[in-house]
Every structure is written in C-alpha cells, then in structure tokens.
C-alpha cells in the first residue's frame, strides 16, 4: 500500500522519470522512504506526524514565538525554493519578530546527512497538491538545492 | 487558511485548482472603492538616482527636482485614462526606470523618466491593479496587487507576471517592499489595509497583523536609511514604528488627513494631504514644513 502510494507521489513528483528506470524508480523510493524515516524521527514531533502543524500555528504562542507551521498544502512551505528549503533545515530558523532569541526551528546540519536532509525535503513535497509542486519547481530554478546536497 | 478557504480548496479537483495557479486559493471580494477626485494626491514615491520627487493624482503624474516647489506634468499614454493612477514605483538603483498602476490601467512602465511608457500587462488576469512595489534592491524585480486575485511578481521589469500569493485577508490599498534586514529571503512587504499594516517576508510565507494598529491605514513607507522605521498614515493621524511594525508610536501630521507619504534617501519625509498641498519633515515627524516653501 505504503509502495503504490510513494510511486504515485514519485509520479507526480517528476521523478519517476524514464520508461528503462526500474532502477532509478525504486532508487527514488527509497530516497522518499528515507525522506519520511527522517521526517518521523526529526520532524513529526514539532510539525505533526502528518505535517499537519501546530494547532494555532499562525500566531504567536504565548512566549511569543511562532509555532511550527504545517508542511502540508494548508502551509507555506511549499513557496520555498529547494535552495531556501535546504538551508533552513541546516542551519535551523527563527521568526526575526520572535520575544525570544533561541532558534526555534532547530539547525540540523550537525546531525543530518546532506542527502538526508534532501531526502526529508524531498518527501516534504508529497504533501503538497500538483499545483503547489509546479509553483515550488519554478521558484527552485533560481534556488537549487547547494552542491553538497546535489 | 481559514476553514471557508480550506474547504473551497478542499472542493476543487486538480484541475480547479491549477487554474488558480499554486494552490492559491480563494480571491476575496473587492472592497469598494472610492475613486479620488481631481487634484487629491493617489502616490508619492522618491527616485532617490535622480533626486526626483514624484506624485500622482488619479489621472496625472507629476515630478519636482527642487524637493516639491516646481511640479513638471508629465505625458501619458492613452492607457492612463482608462483608470485611475493608484500607484506610482522607481526601480531600484534608479536609471530613470518608472512604474504606474491603477484600476483600469494595469501597469505602464517607462524607460526615460516618465517621456513615453507602455503597458506590462503579460500574465496579470486583468487591469484591476490596485497596488504595486518595486522591489528594494533587484532593480527587475517588481509586484502588483490585482484586486480578487493577489500579487503577482514580475522579475523582468514587467515583462511577465506570476501568481505568487493571494495577499493577506484585508484588501492591500497600498504595498510597499523594504530591504529591512531579518528576512527569510530578500525583504520584506508592508501593505496598509482597511484593518493596519499587514507584513510579510517575500517569500510570501505568512501575512501578519504588524503592530495591532487596528484602524485603516491609508499609506505607508519606510526610511531606506534606517529601514525599521516606518510611517504609517491613518484616518486619525500619523503614526511611527522604530522596530519594522511591531509597536508604533502617533506622531505629529501635517495635516488632519495625510493621504500618501514618501521618504528620501537621506531620511526626508514627505506627507500629502488630500487637496495636494505636499509637507516636509527632516526630523521623523517632530516638525513640518511646507514642501518647496
């Protein structure tokens, strides 16, 4: 089940690319797959496991800090380009407005892999709509992912 | 996204919902507007290259090098007449590149300083732009606000535009983009609305109340010098934010109703009231002087 669903996002992705890519099908599964074992080791905790957000996600808490947004196709996420994406994951983020100065969405390029952190962008994607997907390709031409994730 | 537009989105299929270009979901109703009348100012703008000083009624553009004493009209395209001017922008880094929009016009640029202009209208869904912002530091890179619609960025001075977000939930009346620092991306918009200023990184990735003004903000601008500071003019006065909208503070207004604001390179901050007369503070709003005086 979990196998038709992941080749459909891969479709719609545009990764399942070539006719003869048996290979690269399944190697881009696995990337997904990767994505969504990161996501739920690292991610779902703050951004739900559904990627659904916090409740009152748009507002400050009560700390006055931004709560984790969403990262499905009710968010924002989607408007970044893959080069933006990547580098908040790596080098972590907080709402400049913020009454605190902690980093509330952490850095985790000390402990993710390049291609992890891709792979967790990456499967980031199936939970937006097509449009979404094509919006977000188009911003990434000016803003690909960095080399060391290439 | 609130539940009205989440079960619209929720409603669309697939095809719906590319028609609304990335997920953008609902357009909200036009606010009805007024149509400003005769000499009533509609934009000031400051081309900090050439030291001009620009300002629209709804069917003139005016420019003064001599900071607002002697006001030259410029010619206007056809175009023009079709609407009314709202919106008056520079290009960044100057290069005599303008910018005017209005309901029933779209977008006319001009090359030489305001001399001749044509329309850039590709990839905008009609002519109803009621707002447009050059961006602060990428001299191609602009936005326009259509009513119903959203905003649309445009990254080759006109040449195409793209739906990029359906703006906050007021109607944007007038829009504004600022290098101030903190940003996700390059910067940052201020767009006063009938409700405050609403703010945004340009990502687009969230519009938020800025500051709890909770009054209609007729116009806003921001200092290039100090991009923090930003003025916001209200229907009960002049306010001033020193930390990018997140607290403002009233001010002194040169007049009980200041319609259109503008602030120079150096700090200068010009204010028009609606019968046209145009004043000057070079102390944050402390003290005005009538400009050109």
């Known amino acids: 089940m ?4 992941t080749f459909s996002a891969l479709a719609l992705l545009g990764l399942a690319t070539t006719a003869h890519g048996g290979e690269s099908v399944s190697a881009n599964a696995r990337h997904l797959d990767t994505g969504h074992r990161v996501y739920r080791a690292q ?4 951004h739900g496991a559904q990627g659904e957000g916090a409740a009152r996600w748009e507002r400050p808490d009560g700390q006055g800090e931004l709560p984790p947004p969403p990262h499905d196709s009710r968010g924002h996420t989607w408007k970044h380009g893959d080069g933006m994406l990547y580098r908040i994951v790596r080098d972590g983020w907080r709402d400049p407005f913020n009454k605190t100065e902690r980093l509330t969405m952490p850095a985790f390029g000390p402990t993710l892999a390049p291609r992890d952190i891709r792979a967790v962008i ?4 199936t939970l937006w709509t097509p449009a979404q997907r094509r919006f977000q390709r188009e911003e990434s031409r000016r803003m690909p992912y960095p080399p060391e994730a290439r | 996204m609130t539940g009205a537009h989440r079960r619209l989105a929720s409603a669309l299929s697939g095809a719906a919902i590319a028609v609304l270009a990335a997920g953008l979901t609902t357009a909200h109703a036009a606010a009805p507007r007024s149509v400003p009348q005769g000499a009533e100012v509609t934009a000031l703008a400051f081309d900090g290259a050439s030291r001009t000083l620009l300002k629209t009624t709804a ?15 410029l010619p206007l395209p056809a175009a023009a007449r079709r609407g009314h ?3 008056v922008a520079v290009s960044a880094r100057g290069k005599g590149v303008l910018y005017l929009a209005g309901p029933g016009i779209g977008v006319l640029r001009s090359d030489d300083g305001g001399q001749h202009w044509s329309p850039r209208n590709q990839g905008l869904p009609g002519r109803e732009v009621v707002a447009l912002a050059a961006h602060a ?11 119903s619609h959203g905003i649309y960025r445009s990254e080759n001075g006109g040449g195409h535009w793209r739906l990029m977000d359906r703006g906050p939930r007021t109607d944007i009346l007038q829009l504004i983009h600022s290098n101030m620092p903190g ?26 109340d800025a500051g709890g003004l909770g009054r209609g903000v007729r116009a806003v601008a921001y200092d290039p010098g100090q991009p923090r500071r930003v003025y916001a003019a209200t229907g009960e006065g002049l306010f001033l934010s020193t930390n990018g909208g997140e607290q403002w503070v009233r001010v002194n207004a040169p007049a009980a109703k200041v319609v259109a604001l503008a602030v120079t390179r150096s700090g200068a901050l010009y204010a028009a009231a609606p019968d046209g007369a145009l004043f000057r503070s070079v102390d944050q709003a402390r003290t005005w002087e009538a400009a050109g005086a």
């Open chain 1, 2 to 5: 979990r196998n038709v669903r």
């Open chain 1, 43 to 46: 991610c779902g905790a703050c």
């Open chain 1, 122 to 125: 990456d499967y980031l994607k």
């Open chain 2, 59 to 73: 069917d003139a553009l005016y420019r003064s090098v001599d900071q607002g004493r002697d006001w030259t009209r």
């Open chain 2, 85 to 87: 001017i709202a919106a």
């Open chain 2, 137 to 147: 530091d990428q001299p191609g890179t602009l936005y326009a606000y259509v009513s």
């Open chain 2, 183 to 208: 940003s996700m991306q390059t910067g940052w918009f201020f767009a006063a609305t009938a409700k405050g200023v609403s703010r945004s990184m340009d990502c687009f990735c969230g519009w938020r």
